[in-house]
């Protein structure tokens, strides 16, 4: 019995029907790795979860607006190569709109049923069947329209026979299909590498927190363990929730509230090292704190912030954070004074990181704007206000 209901879960798992890692926990054991392919006889197969299909969903709204506008594209194009710009040519135009929208529709119905079934077969093996798929929709429709439209047609007046008819209608088919398969599958691939490379960036940020920051931490932690128990203590928890954090999901927002604590806890551990050379100023009262906000952005800019503008000045500094709600966006804006020392491109590394994560959430509403000035140093996040 036990064999048997090994071979049922290694089926389901190559067909990927069920969760591995949970099934693997369920079952205690079976010869599943840890990228998501289940081992059967030596032979490791991918299990590709629906949402890694290269084809678009191709039943929603969008979809069907972008077939809708290629086959009108085609159109227009056909028309105008054959018939130019005669008064006759809006004749041509809206038969042939309905016989290739017909078409364009129908093989894009047909994928979408069969997308489920699709996404079960090995990667090489779905834009083959899709590329069949589409033809053999193109044959069908092509037939339809031959034999409701043939009877009350005289094709012979024109020279168009059966044949001709429909070795035409599958090259166009042939090579609008491979042409735009071929633009899904590029794309498809194209996202995941950009995709990858960014949550490659993010874990580099996050795990960014520089080694000297560390050591000295932990030389202030050890200085105070006998003078002030009670502050070491508390620079410990800091230490760890900030270690917390930067351990944490890369792509993960948090709320504003708990990304001002963290930056909080950071600004604590600093000032224990810095003492009285590092001053700062909060006026972030009139913020909106269940805005979401990628974690670990304020740390790595203060961050910035004290290497850049308070170390490198003997009487220190005065970090300000300032906050406001304007139309609709939720800016913040830290302002440091300028060192004496020339900007590092770690400085320009975290920003950029930074600035990527809030395109990466946000688009175009989330923005970094920096501006240096004759005496202090600004860097302006902007992100929108929409509730978690």
Same mark, same amino acid.
């Given at each position: ?21 949970? @099934? ?47 086959? #009108?594209?085609?159109?227009?194009? =056909? $028309? ?70 043939? &009877? ?67 030389? $202030? ?15 410990? #928890? ?13 792509? @993960? ?18 000032? =224990? ?23 670990? $952005?304020?740390?790595?800019?203060? #961050? ?7 170390? &490198? ?76």
């Amino acid at each position: 019995m036990a064999r048997v209901y090994r071979k049922a879960f290694l089926w389901c798992a190559r067909r990927g029907w069920i969760d591995v890692d949970q @099934a693997r926990r369920d079952t205690g054991g079976v010869n599943v790795n840890t990228r998501g392919h289940a081992r059967v006889r030596g032979v490791s197969k991918p299990i590709v979860p629906p949402s890694e299909l290269f084809l678009p969903d191709l039943c929603g709204i969008r979809a069907v607006f972008a077939v809708v506008m290629i086959g #009108e594209l085609l159109v227009f194009v =056909l $028309t105008l190569a054959r018939m130019g710009f005669s008064p006759l040519a809006l004749d041509d135009l809206a038969l042939l709109s309905l016989y290739v929208q017909l078409i364009g529709l129908s093989a894009a119905a047909a994928l979408c049923i069969s997308r489920r079934w699709l996404n079960q077969l090995p990667e090489p093996a779905i834009p083959v069947l899709s590329y069949g798929l589409v033809l053999l929709v193109a044959t069908l429709v092509c037939e339809l329209a031959w034999r409701v439209v043939a &009877p009350s047609v005289d094709y012979a007046a024109i020279g168009l026979g059966h044949g001709d008819f429909a070795l035409r209608s599958l090259a166009i088919s042939a090579i609008v299909a491979a042409l735009v398969l071929r633009y899904f599958y590029v794309q498809f691939h194209w996202k995941q590498r950009t995709e990858s490379e960014a949550r490659a960036r993010v874990e580099a940020l996050q795990a960014r927190i520089r080694p000297h920051f560390f050591f000295n931490c932990m030389n $202030t932690i050890a200085s105070l363990t006998r003078s002030d128990p009670a502050r070491a203590e508390r620079a410990v #928890e800091d230490l760890a929730d900030l270690f917390r954090a930067s351990l944490s999901d890369a792509a @993960a927002l948090v709320t504003l509230a708990e990304e001002i604590e963290l930056a909080r806890r950071y600004l604590n551990i600093e000032a =224990l090292r810095l003492g009285p050379r590092l001053v700062t100023r909060w006026a972030l009262e009139t913020l909106p704190l269940s805005t979401p906000i990628p974690r670990l $952005t304020l740390q790595p800019l203060l #961050e910035n912030a004290i290497y850049h503008g308070i170390e &490198p000045a003997p009487a220190g500094g005065e970090i300000v954070l300032m906050g406001a709600l304007r139309d609709g966006q939720v800016e913040i804006e830290i302002v440091n004074p300028i060192g004496h020392t020339a900007q590092h491109s770690g400085n320009r590394l975290a920003q950029d990181n930074v600035r990527q994560r809030l395109a990466a959430h946000f688009g175009t509403r989330g923005r970094l704007i920096v501006h240096a000035a004759t005496n202090d140093y600004r860097v302006l996040i902007s992100i929108p206000h929409v509730h978690p």
